[in-house]
């Protein structure tokens, strides 16, 4: 009796899976451009002599010049707008870090009555925008005659509750037997906090950070309500004053918004590798 050998499977030839790779890579490296054309467009608009926009995006200069940066820091004191929006960004961020941290710690290793409530309205702030809450915030500077300083433009900005629920989200999936574990040993609140979750939260802290950074420094409403001093003005909002009630130097512009661009692109490339390691832990999307 002649026994019933079982079917080969077909193999995917050398030929079909080159094909398939061939393919992937184009598509990644088509989705890439798509992304990037912005940005690259708006370095070529940058560098070209009129920054005429009229005959639509193009990637060719003929004659590259840097005529429209050194307008731009003739236009506007852009080391001291540059150093505005930086100083409030940083310490912007690292108010978020230090109350959002201690706040996460809160909710996420101790328990008090209403701790679920209390989250639950503070993660019911982030449904409101914040054009909502501009006027009472504008009011409530005034009374306290804060307008046009750097603690109005700070003030909103000191504790954020998507900053609290992110690193709520990463605390929690540290194991509490170290929390037992320190306490045994006389470790207060406070030890464990900074020696033992911070450190494992590391990559939730540095996506933070960067979110934090970006909201900051490219924040142009709030600037816009409450800055009136010239000196004082940050970047989106400096970035504003170029454009002209009639005509308006495309090159000139585009040549802010590189220089805006730049630290963004900086911070992100250094700490990438952390942000997606943060929302892995933390079961963000």
Not at 201 to 212: E, G, I, Y
Request: hydrophobic share 55%; proline share 6%; no cysteine.
């Amino acid at each position: 009796m002649t026994a019933v050998r079982p079917e080969a499977e077909p193999r995917t030839g050398p030929r079909r899976r080159g094909f398939g790779r061939a393919a992937l890579y184009a598509g990644v490296i088509a989705g890439a451009f798509v992304m990037l054309f912005p940005f690259l467009w708006t370095l070529v608009t940058s560098i070209t002599a009129d920054g005429n926009l009229s005959g639509g995006p193009t990637l060719l200069v003929e004659n590259p010049t840097l005529e429209a940066y050194r307008t731009l820091f003739d236009t506007l004191p852009m080391w001291r707008i540059v150093a505005n929006s930086f100083g409030v960004a940083v310490v912007s961020t690292v108010a978020q870090l230090v109350t959002g941290s201690m706040a996460a710690y809160g909710f996420a290793r101790l328990r008090f009555p209403g701790r679920n409530v209390i989250f639950t309205l503070y993660l019911a702030t982030l449904m409101v925008p914040l054009q909502v809450l501009v006027v009472p915030l504008f009011i409530q500077m005034s009374r306290f005659d804060l307008n046009d300083t750097y603690f109005a433009l700070l003030a909103p900005s000191v504790a954020s509750a998507f900053g609290i629920f992110l690193l709520k989200q990463a605390m929690e999936s540290v194991p509490r037997e170290l929390d037992e574990a320190a306490t045994i040993d006389g470790a207060s609140h406070l030890r464990i906090y900074a020696t033992i979750v911070l450190p494992l939260v590391r990559p939730a802290l540095a996506a933070l950070t960067v979110f934090a950074f970006m909201s900051s420094w490219n924040n142009f409403l709030w600037p816009l309500i409450v800055i009136r001093s010239p000196e004082l003005m940050t970047l989106p909002l400096g970035l504003s004053t170029l454009h002209g009630q009639f005509t308006t130097e495309w090159n000139v512009v585009m040549a802010g918004s590189v220089v805006s661009i730049l630290p963004i692109a900086v911070v992100y490339l250094f700490a990438q590798r952390h942000i997606i390691a943060g929302m892995a832990h933390t079961g963000l999307k």
